[in-house]
């Protein structure tokens, strides 16, 4: 059948300027009745690809003189193509018609959203991407504003949003849930960011399509689409710094078919390695990691249906800061009055105990179905996941992991989208998953956390409504889980347990064209999570933490593990709020996003009292309920008086409190300011950009933190027989909140056409006057200070 | 469709390969750190009843507080050999890994116990001892008996003279130190992780 499409080419004339390579394509990409299309893919042949704004908007720069072609894509609308030739065409306003029945295009994709229209969200792609290169991925999502991260020594990060992180985030990699043992603050999420060509943050809790969790928000790790025409390109990075002696290579080749028609693949890999780290005075002895990744992908997309195979595996050893490594509440003073850390050497690559080593595999198979009951997608995903801690211990356990965990997830999606009408999508699927955890014998430690299996149910329902100005967005959900659990108790008795969990979430968003004032975005969604075995069954001492961790079944008076059913137990569940206002005009564009999550029944380790072991005196923690709420604001401008010189401005606030007990929580990000200024030069010789950036980063002291109950002041009370928690267990910190902090960055890049290939080169440096400091949410605080300056040059060949 | 029925057949045996690796009852691990009980013994050197004190946590990392027998009950004046035991008295006494003191010997190079007492008790170490509270804290000699193939000290059997009083209520606390490559001639209390840290209450007796 006949593809019919409506295009509007609006034509400026750009004027001959005698200087090829430095024109621009912009445009727009909307729907007949004037819908803005966010995240449609775009792609400009030879040039690149890229996915429209939140406002339906795409941009090329550099562009060359010449004849280019252009083809967008979008779920449930007929894909458009044109040719045209720069400069005559520097516009374009695509209007994208809705596919009625059959298709008889090839590139037929899996073009189910990740995001609803009305999410407020916010991309990292493109050339803010590749600011981020040889970094870890909770270290890179720190450019958006209203994400921090939590952080184990200068190799762990985690990504934080709006204060929540590790099992109140959902990550997808890939499309798929990521599951990995992320309970602990030193469990940083095992993905290799290089596999992304784009990363969005949802900012709110709707994305309510992959199950629970979701209540702080989303991570979506997206792959480019494979390519489909013959021929093969590819990309390689280099990334030398000199903080940690560090190197990165990581390289990527993809290509089509010319015999098979809609055949695509993508081999893909990245190595890494980093020795010890240092501050401006010492030397953070055993802190450096190897890690090694790849990734292998295939699809073949005929007319109305596709398939799709994807392997990725993740490997990492990262040391922890050996002068952290403490086993009482005595060493804890030692070594936090210690300066530098104990055990501090020269610099060296070898990683020692305390260490852990890492794996993540994951399988994912996709296909997907276009008919004329609409488009249908399968995906199972089973991923294999290692964890293996190792702690300074007895020689003749050195080389026995403290900690020794594995865990396989199956997932089963099955979604199914619909045009009911040009103004209704329906969107309905169900999820299914089953877990295993196991706690791998040989490990001569009674374990962390017990064996579990858990197998999850859900099935939801979105419906998107387009009007003239609003796009609506509703949702609804249903999830259960059941869980059997397997463990030992303080004595190395055995226990068993076997319980269950359904709740629905919900979503409603809501989005608003204000004209020439921008865009508004309003989300409300409720969404809640069932309980982590961790919280419920801990039982020991974390790696440097220097407490005593009771999950929330533990019995305080016996020590022994109560039935899950006997305990009065309340779900988790979040009311997270977020309003976006987005405005953009030729020179200035900004962002204001203000959040309010309050959080029900927010499981959280509250210090309950002081117990004495044989290795002495320890304040122990128990998870414990409460109610949380999380208030803040995001703000983002960006000045462009001229095309050669930005100045941008970055604020994330953010107050949080336990609304119970009337009072401050631990870990909660700091306030942040961030400036910068750019300024860029299109170079007289063709395709050559010289850029260059300084930005400022100003982090507030943490003024909302728990009071300070000090080592000595604990050590004392328990000499006079006294439990300095047990008539007061607010909660407390050992030591105060670190001062505020002011950094200095810089950055230099310069980018080269030759052909179809294209080199970046850039140079960063971190940290530039080389300040002594400590951040709030890193547990590295209390042993040493942050890494110094840092420079980075990086290399990327595109072609 | 083929692709579907491949992916269910991939779906099934995935599945079944999962499912039959996992339902077996996990493994108890042996503990050999976990420490519950130290036990001291003063022995007398001219011969007579030994004074034994122990220490007992009945919950290893659980809630609930060591109990610290006591108190140690000495005569004036009289030499004593220490020699203090480790055990997990979590296990019965007839289990492998109930008494860990030769696991401690076995690794001398990098343990070490450190002991700090009320002054005017003792004769023989004079002083309060080696416990550090931070490096300018002053240290006393102790009287080591054994030591590790270094040639430095390591604290599972120490001699003790008592001084010439009588006393009542006064402290006498035990620290020992894992010093994994750091154990040296200069190493002190400060380094290294803490294996044992129990105070004990001392009484000196006239004879």
Redesign the interface.
């Given at each position: 059948m006949k593809l019919t499409y409506v295009i509007l080419l609006l034509l400026f004339y750009a004027g001959a300027k005698g200087q090829p390579c430095t024109y621009k394509l912009s445009g727009t990409v909307t729907t007949e009745t004037s819908e803005i299309l966010a995240g449609a893919t775009v792609e400009l042949i030879t040039s690149g690809i890229t996915v429209t704004d939140d406002q339906g908007r795409f941009q090329f720069d550099k562009l060359c003189k010449g004849k280019y072609s252009i083809r967008i894509r979008f779920v449930g609308f007929n894909p458009f193509e044109a040719s045209f030739t720069i400069p005559e065409t520097s516009t374009l306003k695509v209007v994208l018609v809705i596919q009625k029945t059959m298709l008889e295009v090839v590139e037929v994709h899996d073009h189910f959203e990740h995001v609803t229209r009305t999410n407020n969200q916010a991309t990292l792609t493109g050339n803010a991407l590749d600011q981020t290169r040889g970094q870890s991925l909770g270290e890179a999502l720190k450019k958006i504003s209203g994400v921090s991260s939590i952080q184990t020594g200068p190799s762990i990060f985690k990504p934080v949003i709006h204060g929540l992180h590790s099992q109140r985030i959902l990550m997808l990699n890939n499309g798929i849930r990521q599951e990995g043992q992320q309970w602990g603050a030193e469990h940083a999420p095992e993905i290799d960011p290089f596999i992304a060509s784009n990363i969005i943050i949802i900012k709110d809790a709707s994305a309510i399509k992959y199950g629970t969790d979701a209540l702080g928000g989303v991570v979506v790790v997206n792959p480019a689409d494979l390519p489909e025409q013959k021929g093969i390109g590819g990309e390689i990075n280099l990334v030398a710094q000199t903080n940690g002696r560090a190197g990165t290579i990581s390289g990527m080749v993809e290509g089509g078919s010319e015999k098979v028609k809609g055949f695509g693949w993508r081999v893909q890999g990245t190595g890494r390695k980093s020795g010890d780290s240092h501050t401006p005075a010492y030397n953070l002895s055993n802190t450096g990691f190897t890690e090694f990744n790849f990734s292998l992908a295939a699809g073949i997309h005929k007319e109305a249906k596709g398939i799709d195979v994807f392997f990725s595996r993740f490997q990492t050893e990262l040391g922890i800061l050996k002068g952290s490594s403490i086993s009482s509440t005595e060493d804890l003073r030692n070594a936090m009055k210690r300066e530098p850390p104990q055990f501090t050497q020269p610099f060296a690559y070898t990683i020692e105990n305390p260490r852990q080593v890492v794996a993540h595999n994951l399988l994912k198979v996709k296909g997907h179905l276009h008919s004329g009951y609409g488009d249908f997608k399968f995906q199972y995903g089973f991923q294999y996941n290692t964890r293996q801690e190792f702690d300074i211990r007895r020689a003749s356990l050195n080389n026995a992991p403290a900690i020794d965990l594995d865990l396989f997830t199956n997932t089963l999606d099955m979604e199914w989208q619909q045009h009911a009408s040009k103004k209704f999508l329906s969107n309905a699927g169900i999820n299914a998953m089953m877990q295993v955890n196991n706690n791998v014998p040989g490990t001569q430690r009674i374990p962390f956390i017990p064996d579990f299996t858990s197998l999850t149910g859900g099935v939801f329902y979105v419906g998107k409504l387009t009007l003239q100005t609003w796009l609506v967005d509703f949702g609804a959900r249903y999830d259960y889980r059941h869980y059997d659990v397997a463990g030992f108790d303080f004595a190395n008795r055995s226990y068993t347990d076997s319980y269950s969990f359904g709740n629905a979430s919900f979503s409603f968003g809501a989005s608003r064209t204000l004209g020439n004032r921008g865009v508004f975005t309003t989300n409300l969604a409720s969404s809640w999570r069932p309980p982590h075995v961790s919280e419920l069954y801990s039982f020991g001492v974390h790696q440097s933490a220097a407490a005593i961790e009771y999950g929330l079944l533990l019995d305080l008076a016996t020590g022994e593990v109560l039935d899950f059913n006997s305990v009065d137990f309340q779900n988790e569940k979040a009311l997270k709020w977020v309003n976006t206002w987005r405005i953009s005009k030729n020179w200035f564009t900004a962002e204001i996003t203000g959040h309010a999550n309050y959080i029900f029944n927010y499981i959280y380790l509250k210090p309950y009292g002081v117990t004495q072991t044989v290795r002495g005196v320890y304040p122990f923690f128990h998870y414990t309920q409460t109610d949380a709420t999380f208030l803040g604001a995001d703000l983002f401008g960006k000045l462009t008086p001229t095309t050669k010189f930005s100045v941008s401005g970055k604020v994330s606030l953010l107050r949080a409190a336990d609304r119970t007990n009337n009072d401050y929580l631990i870990y909660v990000p700091t306030n942040r300011y961030e400036l910068g200024a750019e300024w860029r030069k299109e170079m007289q010789t063709a395709g050559q950009t010289f850029s260059i950036e300084a930005w400022g980063t100003f982090v507030d002291e943490q003024r909302r933190a728990p009071r300070v109950v000090s080592v000595d002041e604990i050590l004392d009370a328990y000499a006079q027989q006294e439990d300095p928690f047990e008539n007061d267990n607010r909660n407390f910190d050992f030591v105060a909140a670190p001062p505020a902090y002011f950094l200095l960055n810089l950055q230099a890049g310069f980018s080269h056409k030759l052909g179809n290939s294209k080199l970046d080169v850039r140079l960063r440096a971190t940290n530039l006057l080389n300040n002594a400091y400590r951040e709030y949410t890193n547990r590295m605080r209390y042993y040493a200070d942050e890494v110094g300056r840092n420079i980075a040059l990086s290399l990327k060949l595109s072609f | 469709?083929n692709?579907?029925k491949h992916?269910l057949l991939?779906?099934s045996v995935?599945?079944s390969l999962?499912?039959s690796?996992?339902?077996d009852?996990?493994?108890?691990?042996?503990?050999?750190?976990?420490?519950?009980?130290?036990k001291l013994t003063f022995t007398p050197i001219a011969g007579g009843s030994a004074v034994v004190v122990t220490?007992t946590?009945p919950?290893?990392?659980?809630?609930?507080?060591?109990v610290a027998d006591g108190p140690i009950e000495l005569m004036q004046s009289t030499t004593y050999d220490l020699s203090i035991e480790l055990f997990n008295g979590?296990l019965d006494p007839t289990d492998d890994g109930y008494n860990l003191t030769a696991?401690i010997e076995?690794?001398a190079d990098?343990h070490q116990f450190f002991f700090r007492f009320s002054t005017g008790v003792f004769s023989t170490p004079t002083g309060s001892g080696n416990i550090k509270d931070?490096p300018s804290t002053p240290v006393d000699d102790i009287n080591y008996l054994d030591e590790d193939t270094n040639g430095r000290p390591l604290g599972l059997l120490t001699r003790w003279t008592t001084d010439n009083v009588e006393v009542s209520d006064k402290s006498f606390r035990i620290v020992l130190k894992?010093q994994?490559?750091?154990k040296s001639g200069t190493s002190t209390s400060?380094?290294g992780?803490?294996?044992?840290?129990?105070t004990f209450v001392l009484t000196v007796y006239l004879s």
């Open positions: - | 469709m692709s579907a992916l991939f779906l995935a599945g999962i499912l690796g996992c339902d009852d996990p493994a108890r691990e042996d503990v050999p750190e976990l420490i519950t009980q130290v220490a946590d919950d290893g990392n659980g809630p609930q507080d060591l979590l696991e076995e690794e990098e931070n894992h994994p490559g750091i400060l380094d992780e803490t294996d044992v840290d129990i």
